[in-house]
Every structure is written in structure tokens, then in C-alpha cells.
């Protein structure tokens, strides 16, 4: 689980780190640099931000199904609800504390005479490194305020680099509070609010995960905490880098193939950069494109009809839908395909940059925290501008149900369905388009929580499983 694997040639093409000690890795700030950019190369891969992490925040939600046509095992145990503690399909822990590990490396560094461009650096890292826990908690822990094992976090590695770690689980709490301090300082030692571009993690990124951490913890002044955030994001709306995607926009930002349009864009608040090197794209096998668009080569995630529905006619999103050409699953109603994955774009076949954090997520995280904290007529108003601003219907009443069921139109394809449900101590059934023994998953299962690899049950005998696996 801690071991730093080497960075890709294109990022990292002075010093790989699998060539020497990773503690001698930096000796000026241009190391500094590298071995942070190295952070971001691990996340990328097929296993992090480029494919999985996404990928299975739909699939393990009541958002996609996978065609039962198509007999290409990729994602088939997780898509049908029916994985094992030894599952291979799981590999997310790997790449999260690769780059923790390389993010250490940055945070714990004294041998680089401070600056302002290394406190920006090290603030950056530890933004890196507080994403990282919170995705690897968010997976393989049960939800904060869920009362269910609660002792059982992931393993917090604050330190330099050591193989022979055998770290224990830390608690949640523990998990959540190392987070919080980490995006918290990162804002604090970074000066530079505008990233170079926006494959780089930045104050507003942390800002936003905040407002999202505090959402997730729920303990008391939590919620106070990710309004705050949350509307902090919303007034750096207008800058040179971060603004809201208007409707007119809206398609284009997904879906077209021009790079100079869809990309870098001021919605995004952080991506993950894609280029035609065959090391810096997951490529033909992996890509999301290959599974979500309808002319990919393993086309096989799809959208149920009845969600798809549920749009009216006049909301924008409900063009990034493409009904058409959806195969036949043996029972009705068809899936349907999303626009949201491009298979070519002006850089070439699998380039497309993924959409993480976007800035309309801070509306989103806004409504949810006024729904908490009580403040329903407030919430109505930000939750019925937001709608009207896609060209849904307006809601009559502000509530949970009606906060996520926008929040999942908004980000349908983009991985936060298993997110916001688990959030929120929600299971989900899966009426139709079921092929799977499992076609509902209560709130208390252990299917919202991935099992330990069993790699790492094997070499860590400090190491627990979390019940039922």
C-alpha cells in the first residue's frame, strides 16, 4: 500500500523515482515541482481519477447499468452488485497512497530553503494529500455518521518513505480530522490562488472538498462549516479562472472535441490532464469514453430510462443524453447512452480531460447544507435558480430528497451518486435493468464499503478487514 511506484517519463523525465531513494528525491525547488507532479501521474491512472474512481461512483448506484450483451469482463462484478474480499477489481487504495506517499515527500522536505513558491508547493501537497484520504475513507470506510464501525479508517502515513510500514487502520474521526488539517493548512501556506491550469490542485479545489468533507462528517458545526466553504467558492465566481458554466455552454463543455472549449474551462475547478502519449491516457481498453460513449469499444455502461425521464424536455442536461442505438437488454425499457465521453478530441483518440471538481457543485453542496441545518426557504431559492438555470422545473419545496435528486442530474456519469448517497445513510434499488442477484443495497450493507485488497491482508498483519468480507 505504501510503496511509491515510478512517475511517467513525460512528468517526471529527470528523476524517476524508482531509480533511487524516494527521501533523496528533492534537493531544490524544481524536485519540489517534479515529484508533486508525480502526485498527480498516480492519481491519473486507469485505477484513480482517470477511470475507476468515477467509473464505480455510477456503478455502484442505482445511476448505471451494465449491458447485459456485451461479455467483456471489465467492471462486470462491480456493475452486477457481486464482488468478494479478493476482488481485482479494486485498486484504488494502490494509486490514492502512491501519491500520499509522494505527497509526504513535498510536506516533509527540509532540506529546500523555504520560499513562497515552496510554501505554494507544500500547500499544494497537502490539498494532494487530504483529496487522497478523503477518497480513500469516502471508499473503504463506512460513512461518518452511519454509528457502523466507526474504529475501522484507513492507515494515516504522515511520514517519509518506509516499505516495511505496517500501519492499522485509523479511526473515522481520525481520518476526517488529518483531512480537514491538511486542506485547511494547504489554503493557509498557498499565496497563489490561480492554478497554472486546471490539472493542478488549488485553494478553491480545497475550498470546495471542504464544503464536502464537512457534509460528510456531520458532526456538530459541520454544516455551519460547509455553507461557509461552500459560498466562499461561489464568490470566487467572475475571476479569471473560476466561473459557472452558462446553459448555452453547457453541451459544449462536455462534448466538443476542440480542447480550446471543453477544456481548462472556468467550470472546471480540477481535472485530470490527458494527452495522445500512450502513457498519459488510459487508452483504448480503459478510458471512460471506451465504456460510456456509444461508439467506444467496450460501449457497455447506460443510464436507466427511468432517470433519463425524469428530465423535462427544456433542461439542458437532458441533451447530454443519446436514447438511440441502445442495445437490447432482454427486458424493457433500453438504457441510455451519456454525451458526457468523447472518444476523439483535437489532441487525439482518448484525450479527453475528466472533469473531477466543478464549480457548480458549490451551489449544489450550499443547498444541502441550508437543508441541514433547517433553513428550507433558503435552500428552496438556490435550489430553484440552480434548476431554472439548466432549464429544468422549478421545485416546490426544498428537502434532502429533492437536493440529491438535482445533485444527480447535475453529475450523473461524473462518479458522485455512491458518494451522495453513502453521505447521507441512503440505500438504492434498482427496479429494473437488474442482472444481478443484488438489486437493492440497504444503507447498513457492506457493499458501500470496498473491501481491504487482499494483498494487503496478507503483508499487514496489523491490518483488519472490514465486516462481512
Do not use: H
Amino acid at each position: 500500500m505504501f510503496l511509491a511506484v515510478s512517475c511517467s517519463e513525460d512528468r517526471l523525465n529527470e528523476k524517476p523515482l524508482d531509480q533511487f531513494p524516494i527521501e533523496n528525491a528533492i534537493s531544490d525547488e524544481q524536485d519540489m515541482r517534479q515529484v508533486l507532479n508525480g502526485v498527480y501521474d498516480e492519481y491519473s491512472g486507469v485505477s484513480g481519477f482517470g477511470a475507476d474512481i468515477l467509473a464505480f461512483g455510477d456503478l455502484i448506484s442505482d445511476n448505471v447499468f451494465i449491458s447485459s450483451t456485451n461479455n467483456d469482463a471489465s467492471y462486470r462484478n462491480v456493475g452486477f452488485l457481486n464482488w468478494s474480499a479478493d476482488s481485482g477489481d479494486f485498486n484504488m487504495l494502490s494509486v490514492l497512497y502512491s501519491g500520499i506517499t509522494l505527497a509526504n515527500a513535498v510536506i516533509n522536505n527540509t532540506s529546500v530553503e523555504a520560499s513562497d513558491n515552496v510554501d505554494n508547493l507544500k500547500g499544494e501537497a497537502m490539498i494532494a494529500r487530504g483529496l487522497g484520504y478523503y477518497y480513500a475513507v469516502s471508499f473503504y470506510s463506512a460513512n461518518p455518521t452511519s454509528n457502523l464501525n466507526q474504529d475501522l479508517g484507513v492507515p494515516l502515513n504522515l511520514g517519509g518513505y518506509n516499505p516495511d510500514l505496517k500501519i492499522p487502520r485509523a479511526s473515522v474521526s481520525e481520518v476526517y480530522d488529518q483531512i480537514i488539517k491538511d486542506l485547511t493548512n494547504g489554503i493557509s501556506l498557498m499565496t497563489n490562488e490561480m492554478p497554472k491550469d486546471k490539472g493542478y490542485l488549488s485553494p478553491t479545489a480545497a475550498r470546495m472538498l471542504l464544503s464536502r468533507v464537512y457534509l460528510t462528517r456531520g458532526k456538530a458545526g459541520d454544516y455551519e462549516k460547509a455553507l461557509q466553504y461552500s459560498n466562499e467558492v461561489i464568490n470566487s465566481a467572475g475571476s479569471s479562472s473560476f466561473d459557472f458554466v452558462q446553459k448555452e455552454n453547457y453541451v459544449d463543455y462536455f462534448t466538443n472535441q476542440d480542447v480550446a472549449i471543453s477544456e481548462n474551462q472556468p467550470e472546471t475547478v480540477w481535472e485530470i490532464n490527458m494527452n495522445a502519449m500512450p502513457s498519459e491516457n488510459p487508452g483504448v481498453n480503459s478510458a471512460l469514453a471506451v465504456f460510456y460513449a456509444n461508439n467506444g469499444g467496450k460501449r457497455r455502461f447506460l443510464f436507466r430510462d427511468t432517470f433519463y425521464k425524469t428530465f423535462a424536455a427544456s433542461d439542458i442536461r437532458s441533451k447530454l443524453f443519446q436514447p438511440a442505438g441502445a442495445p437490447s437488454e432482454g427486458t424493457n425499457p433500453k438504457g441510455v447512452w451519456t454525451k458526457k465521453y468523447i472518444v476523439k478530441t483535437s489532441k487525439g483518440n482518448f484525450t479527453q480531460n475528466v472533469k473531477v471538481l466543478r464549480m457548480s457543485e458549490a451551489y449544489l453542496n450550499k443547498m444541502e447544507a441550508l437543508v441541514k441545518l433547517g433553513r428550507n426557504p433558503e435552500a428552496l431559492i438556490v435550489l430553484n435558480d440552480f434548476a431554472t438555470s439548466r432549464g429544468a422545473v422549478a421545485y416546490t419545496t426544498a428537502n434532502l430528497e429533492n437536493v440529491l435528486t438535482e445533485r444527480r442530474k447535475e453529475f450523473f456519469g461524473e462518479g458522485q451518486r455512491y458518494f451522495d448517497l453513502k453521505r447521507n445513510n441512503l440505500g438504492f434499488s434498482n427496479a429494473t435493468n437488474c442482472y444481478s442477484i443484488v438489486c437493492s443495497v440497504t444503507p447498513d450493507s457492506r457493499l458501500f464499503v470496498i473491501p481491504m485488497p487482499l494483498r494487503e491482508m496478507n503483508v499487514n498483519p496489523n491490518m483488519k478487514q472490514y465486516p462481512g468480507y
